[in-house]
């Protein structure tokens, strides 16, 4: 059990388009989701926790406007990347947790994306 | 403040050896959660353990235990006879209660066990 997806898994896009990743929790499901990116040999930087049928809460100094989140439903979460640049390019992963604040994260496989 | 550190950036060890990983965490909170994971070459963080703050009991499972030790702020991670599959980047993390779930991690340790 306790399965998160991330599609797609990687992306080459060109500077100026728009990316949309989605992050699906398989057999459970997820009050809140998570968003992190991760540079190579780095540690995971958390950018924003969205829960279901509200809006997402960023980190700061990540731009709300640039990485939107949407968590629809209590099994998915979008995370679109606008206006894309190549400084955005980078992994990001989603993590998904129960319905108690408490609940373990599991983590999704992670979408690369480059931009051109 | 809340901090998690893992002062071995790179472990290399040869197959069968046993090896630990070590994770010492700051905080003030009585009540909270630690937990490794592990990212293997693919990138996926696979999820290993997680342990409450009023749970001492160490932990074995298989070739894996954890030793915590709240004294010492530590929640030490133990490879015995290490495998070639057991080379990834682990990760420490800590979440503090009515915080979100919020995971702070620490820097990770890349093990490389070689044959």
């Known amino acids: 059990g306790a399965v998160v997806s991330q599609h797609p898994s990687w992306v080459i896009c060109k500077s100026g388009t728009s990316v949309k990743i989605e992050c699906r929790s398989l057999d459970f499901q997820a009050t809140t989701m998570f968003w992190y990116r991760q540079f190579p040999k780095q540690s995971l930087m958390l950018m924003a926790t969205s829960n279901e049928g509200s809006k997402a809460t960023y980190e700061q100094g990540v731009e709300k406007d640039k990485f939107l989140i949407n968590h629809a439903s209590l099994t998915l979460s979008t995370l679109t990347v606008t206006s894309a640049h190549p400084e955005d390019s980078s992994f990001y992963i989603c993590s998904a947790s129960g319905t108690r604040s408490t609940d373990t994260q599991y983590f999704g496989p992670g979408t690369r994306l480059t931009v051109l | ?115």
Do not use: H, M
């Open chain 2, 1 to 115: 403040a809340q901090k998690v550190t893992q002062a071995q950036t790179e472990i290399s060890v040869v197959e069968k050896e046993d090896v630990t990983l070590d994770c010492v965490y700051e905080t003030r909170d009585t009540t909270y959660y630690l937990f490794w994971y592990k990212q293997p070459p693919s990138g996926e963080l696979v999820f290993l353990i997680r342990r409450n703050s009023f749970d001492e009991q160490n932990e074995i499972s298989g070739r894996y235990s954890w030793n915590f030790q709240k004294s010492t702020s530590s929640f030490n991670f133990t490879i015995t006879a290490s495998q070639v599959v057991d080379s990834a980047v682990y990760f420490c993390a800590l979440s503090r209660a009515n915080q979100g779930g919020k995971l702070i991690f620490g820097q990770g340790t890349e093990l490389s066990v070689k044959p």
